[in-house]
């Protein structure tokens, strides 16, 4: 059925009293969607209606610690927060302090983490705003601290998928070299080798199309998964032969062995490894094939505090091997990346394998280890339970509707799409 809502763009007037469809946390292991009433915005605050947001291994974790997470207030108990911290959205109403910077129907999205160490965050800290809801409130403070962020974007997807794009590019920031004085050079190595282990779910396929189209180019992308059919799409998606045009050599490898990383990488080790596994022995294969000045990144972010693997730290000293980690991003980096995008340099839609509707927002989270596939895209205004991009054909062949998403989705090299992503919303 059709939708009957009005975009934010026609709304156009003041809202007094919104009711909002939301995932809230209570505890762990306790999320509920339920529907109330948002209270008025002061002069300083937004109101934003959400269109999208993607489902993130984070809201996972979060859901199952509940109040031990760090993020997480203590009373959430009492005081539910929202879900969800992926999202793109339409301003609705604009409060007067404003009213020169926001206009109603600006598409916005907005980095989580609003505070250092990011105990204050959206999705994990807050009661009235997240991203598995139909309506949030901005608050002041988000606003006077410009993290609130304006999207010239023909899509909202693109929206949803550029705070875990962001998260990638913080890491590629974070690797670092010395140079002849020892001095700290931030960043991948100009012309160096690069390997993205356990490469090949949604983050690290970004940081694929980051290595091959980012700001610092690599002269070597190896890309290692042990699930070949991950390793068949991410090939389909990115051409070895494209990348040899931009003069970098990219490798999909189905191995953990040391020595035939080694051997591809010409015997010397990679200058750059990231981990997108929070697994000890893939962050020690990480250690193994480092070379001379080489940087390990952690990016996979465990749930057990005490998780270590073992590093060799007599190359730490005498072969200059250094490791790094990051959590989240900051509004530079999601600027970078809207610029990337801007420029069609990077395309985040790779991410996307599946697509729902509100209601599959808690089946979807809570089960995300157990979904195989990559980025799951809740979209906040329609009921449709999770369905995989690949499983259109299938499905159109009851449904008419299906069938012209999967036309859109094949025409797109069988990649979610603007065009999609319309028909989606006015027709579901």
């Not at 109603?104 to 997240?130: A, R």
């Not at 970098?248 to 040391?258: G, P, Q």
Request: hydrophobic share 40%; proline share 4%.
């Amino acid at each position: 059925m059709k939708s009957s809502e009005p975009s934010a763009a026609q709304e156009g007037y003041k809202v007094k009293n919104m009711k909002t469809r939301a995932v809230r946390l209570y505890g762990a292991n306790d999320v509920r969607l339920e529907e109330f009433e948002l209270r008025p915005i002061t002069s300083g605050e937004l109101l934003i209606k959400i269109i999208s947001d993607s489902v993130c291994m984070s809201t996972h974790k979060t859901i199952l610690q509940g109040a031990k997470h760090l993020r997480v207030p203590e009373n959430v108990a009492e005081h539910p927060v929202i879900v969800g911290h992926e999202f793109c959205a339409e301003v609705v109403e604009v409060g007067d302090k404003w009213k020169d910077k926001f206009a109603v129907g600006d598409k916005v999205v907005m980095p989580p983490v609003l505070s250092y160490m990011g105990v204050n965050t959206v999705g994990y800290s807050f009661e009235d705003i997240g991203g598995v809801s139909t309506y949030s409130i901005v608050y002041e403070h988000i606003l006077d601290n410009d993290f609130l962020i304006k999207l010239n974007s023909d899509s909202y997807f693109n929206g949803s998928l550029i705070e875990p794009a962001s998260c990638v590019i913080r890491g590629y920031k974070a690797s670092f070299h010395l140079d002849e004085n020892y001095n700290h050079v931030i960043g991948i190595k100009e012309g160096g080798k690069v390997a993205i282990l356990a490469g090949c779910g949604p983050m690290g396929l970004v940081a694929i199309d980051i290595a091959l189209h980012g700001n610092v180019k690599p002269s070597m992308v190896v890309v290692t998964d042990l699930d070949q059919s991950r390793l068949d799409r991410a090939e389909a998606i990115f051409s070895p032969e494209e990348a040899a045009k931009n003069g970098i050599k990219l490798v999909f490898a189905n191995t953990s062995d040391k020595d035939e990383l080694m051997e591809i990488s010409g015997g010397k080790g990679f200058d750059d490894v990231f981990v997108y596994a929070p697994v000890p022995a893939v962050v020690e294969l990480g250690d193994a094939i480092l070379g001379f000045d080489g940087c390990l990144n952690f990016f996979a972010g465990p749930l057990d505090k005490n998780f270590s693997a073992n590093f060799n730290f007599y190359n730490v000293h005498y072969a200059q091997h250094h490791v790094a980690g990051t959590s989240g991003s900051t509004p530079e980096d999601m600027r970078d990346i809207v610029d990337l995008i801007g420029q069609k340099r990077l395309d985040p839609s790779v991410m996307i394998t599946h697509i729902g509707g509100i209601d599959a927002a808690i089946d979807t989270t809570v089960n995300l280890p157990k979904i195989p596939g990559g980025k799951k895209l809740i979209y906040t205004h329609i009921e449709l339970p999770l369905t995989a991009l690949a499983d259109f054909e299938k499905l159109g062949e009851t449904d008419e509707r299906f069938k012209v998403l999967d036309k859109l989705v094949k025409e797109n090299n069988g990649l979610w799409n603007k065009d999609a992503e319309k028909y989606l919303l006015e027709n579901f």
